[in-house]
Structures are given as C-alpha cells and as structure tokens.
C-alpha cells in the first residue's frame, strides 16, 4: 500500500510540473473574440472620380406658351379667359449621361458629413409637343356689346414647344454610415442645369354677335350674326433661348464600396427639379454608377 500511494504522488507531481511548463493558449487569452468585432474603413479625406447613368427626363409643357398667348391678347377682354389655358401636355424621354465628381468627407466614429460637387453632361435628351385648343367665349369680363346683343369670340390656338437639357452641375450635402467596406449615404443640395427652350403660338380669333329681340306676342328671337375676323388677335409669336439657366434642387440616396485601399464604387439615384424657363419645367431622374479613389 505504501508503494501505491508514492506512486500516485510521483505522478501527480509529474502532471503538475507538465502543465507548468505548457504554452498560454490563445483560447485562454480571449484570442477568438476579435473575430466578432466590425472591419472599419476610413472614409475621411478628399476624394475624385466619375460617373455614366441613365437619365429619365418629364418635361411638362402644359403652361409653354401663356406668355405668348398674354402678349397676343394684352389689354384684351380675351387675356384673362386664355391665360388659364392647357394647351400641351407632359412628355417623357428617356437618355444617357458621363461626368465627374469631386468632394470631401469628415468622419466621425461611424458617422460621415460630405460635400460634393458633381458635373453630368447629357446625351441628346430632347423632346417636344404640339398641341391645339378652341372654344367659344362669350361675353367676356370687361367686354361690352351692344343691347340685346351677345358677343361669341371663337378663339383656336395651336402651339408647339421643345426642350433640350444639355447639362448640369450640383453642390451636394451628404449624411454617411461607416459600414465597413459599404457605406450608404443620403444628400440634397442645389442644381443648375443648361438647356435650349423654344416655344410658338398661333392664335385665330373671329367674332360673331348674336342679336336677341322680342315681337309684341312676346316671342324671342335670336339672329346669329356673321362671324368678322379680329386681325389684332389673329397672329404668330415665338420665342427659343440658347443655353439657358434654369436652377433647381437635388435630393437622393446611395452607397459605396470599397474596393481596394482608397479605389470605390458607387450606385445612386438622383431627383432633379429645375424652375420653369419660359413656362417649361423640366424633371430629373438620375440612375448612376460609378468609380472614385480617395486620397
């Protein structure tokens, strides 16, 4: 029994001075938790690149030639009735784009501000409209016929317009999450686009005054009267401006990857709104990708 036991101490001892002698084990240290933790990226600096995409253009020429058709029939009983006029509708066309971007962000932990100024030219994104209206005014305010008579002014108009918008520039705020190799962002900001307007209106305008009298059996009768032309309200006015200005704003969303060190790709959509030029407003939406490096 005595040997059994100096045994066992003899091994045990042994064990002890093994383990002493052991390696310290990465498990035991925690080594394993740095795989849960999240692979920043710097997003901060200047950065420059550019971009192609597809452009959806919706020109609304519903209101193009009011200012013609108010030119026409200034100091008229006839301006007012026609100002309110639709005579062409929206048209929708649909084009390519290229341009370049430069901007800089500021980060913060995982939140990232920007800046950004974009150019996109565009590629033949033109469009035009015609449209005609006609109706019957009758006794206008401010007009005044003759007793027992009603003045029946039969105006037809029949306009065309066009559009071309050539290119834009922007200025954009932008809000980012740090996600790593991703970041999504959101921005806003101001545009000027560059475009070529044109519009024409041709006005035709009669007046016929119907003559209303009663006999002694107190019967009515109205005489249609022969329609007279009005040369002052019948004629032609156009107008087109070359490269004009129109500003607008900007909003949209996107992200970017990180493709290796400072070299990124990116995917955004953009809405454009421009202020109308001669009664033309012009919408934007922009699909892009494209390719950066930052500094």
Same mark, same amino acid.
């Not at 409209?129 to 016929?145: E, K």
């Not at 003559?211 to 006015?237: E, L, N, Y």
């Given at each position: ?42 997003? *901060? ?11 959806? !253009?919706?020109?609304? +020429? ?10 026409? +029939? ?47 030219? +565009? ?12 109706? !019957? ?5 401010? !007009?005044?016929?003759? %007793? ?7 105006? &037809? ?20 999450? *740090?996600?790593? !190799? ?7 900001? %101001? ?18 005054? *119907? ?8 019967? &009515?009768?109205?005489?249609?009267? &022969? ?23 900007? %909003? ?11 070299? +990124? ?31």
């Amino acid at each position: 029994m005595r040997r059994l036991w100096l045994a066992a101490a003899m091994v045990a001892a042994a064990s002890a001075a093994q383990a002493a002698d052991m390696p310290d084990l990465p498990v035991l240290r925690g080594g394993f938790t740095d795989g849960l933790s999240k692979t920043t990226h710097n997003w *901060d600096g200047v950065y420059v690149g550019g971009h192609v995409g597809y452009t959806s !253009d919706s020109t609304d +020429f519903s209101q193009s030639v009011v200012g013609l058709t108010n030119y026409i +029939f200034r100091d008229s009983v006839l301006q007012q009735p026609t100002s309110t006029w639709s005579l062409m509708n929206k048209t929708t066309t649909q084009g390519t784009g290229f341009g370049a971007f430069l901007g800089r962000n500021w980060q913060w932990y995982d939140a990232i501000l920007g800046l950004e100024g974009t150019y996109t030219y +565009f590629n033949n994104m033109a469009t035009s409209t015609t449209g005609t209206n006609a109706l !019957d005014i009758i006794n206008p305010p401010g !007009d005044t016929p003759p %007793a027992n008579t009603t003045d029946h002014w039969n105006v &037809t108009l029949t306009g065309s317009a066009a559009a071309k918008v050539k290119d834009m520039i922007a200025l954009r705020g932008r809000v980012g999450w *740090d996600g790593g !190799d991703f970041m999504p962002y959101m921005f806003a900001g %101001a545009a000027v686009g560059r475009m070529d307007v044109s519009r024409t209106v041709t006005s035709n305008v009669t007046l016929r005054q *119907d003559v209303t009298s009663t006999d002694i059996f107190g019967v &009515t009768t109205t005489t249609p009267g &022969t329609p007279k032309p009005v040369p002052a309200q019948s004629q032609t006015q156009g107008q087109h401006r070359t490269n004009a200005f129109a500003v607008g704003w900007v %909003a949209g969303l996107g992200v970017e990857y990180c493709l290796w060190e400072g070299l +990124f790709a990116r995917v955004e959509y953009e809405y454009v709104k421009f202020s109308p030029v001669m009664n033309t407003s012009v919408t934007l939406n922009n699909a892009r990708v494209g390719l950066g490096y930052k500094f």
